[in-house]
């Protein structure tokens, strides 16, 4: 499965905004990007995937590299309630990947909010 | 919408008895998924069902876990005997074909003492 890479934790101040890095250099053609969130004794939450173009919805944006080799899961405006663990996951959506339908969570970023 | 349920929320047992964790996902999702969460780690998948079929269990340590989707709608996880390393939170997750998005439900924390 393709991999991808990020960093374990990072901190921000509420109300400001948050840009998690992923990087996935081995990424395949069919691939798409997904986010997920964990929250503290919770089942981990969709944020958002991509597979070319960038994207938002009502809780981030997802901002894809031209070479897709990286991308970045923006938070415009942090709240103490976006403190969790975030996971950048590859999965092929289209067939043919070793990948595909898979949702393979790696270690993630642990987000630290600050009020 | 009615949530992923999972039952039980938490259960302490000693090593070498067995357990069996219980999944109802969302009406009308076809794939359900379980995962172990050791802590301090991300969810590891131990099987995928499609239906009551299953697509992936390259993960599950076949000689203790097992798990079965009766009718393509409930899910149960079973471990027989418990080994203190199995000390985890046992996450399901339900997913619509047609869409991308999965629901995981709250967990269960075992403890095997």
């Known amino acids: 499965d393709a991999k991808t890479t990020q960093p374990n934790s990072m901190e921000s101040n509420e109300e400001e905004p948050v840009h998690l890095p992923c990087n996935h250099s081995?990424?395949?053609?069919?691939?798409?990007i997904h986010w997920y969130r964990q929250l503290p004794s919770q089942g981990p939450e969709y944020v958002i995937h991509g597979l070319t173009s960038n994207v938002n919805n009502r809780m981030a944006s997802l901002a894809i590299a031209e070479d897709r080799k990286s991308s970045t899961l923006i938070l415009h405006r942090a709240t103490l309630r976006d403190a969790a663990v975030y996971y950048c996951i590859l999965r092929d959506l289209i067939g043919g990947g070793t990948s595909y339908g898979k949702l393979t969570f790696g270690q993630g970023t642990i987000l630290t909010v600050h009020p | 919408e009615a949530g992923v349920a999972q039952s039980p929320r938490y259960k302490i047992i000693e090593k070498r008895q067995s357990v069996a964790f219980w999944c109802n996902p969302i009406?009308?999702?076809?794939?359900l998924y379980w995962y172990q969460q050791i802590l301090g780690q991300g969810p590891k998948l131990l099987i995928q069902?499609?239906?009551?079929?299953?697509?992936?269990d390259s993960q599950l340590p076949k000689d203790r876990f097992s798990a079965e989707r009766l009718k393509g709608v409930d899910s149960t996880l079973k471990i027989q005997p418990a080994k203190l390393e199995d000390s985890a939170v046992y996450l399901c997750a339900s997913r619509d074909i047609k869409n991308t998005e999965a629901f995981f439900g709250q967990g269960t924390r075992l403890t095997v003492v």
């Open positions: 081995t990424i395949s053609g069919t691939d798409y």
């Open positions: 069902f499609q239906n009551n079929g299953v697509v992936d």
């Open positions: 009406s009308g999702h076809a794939t």
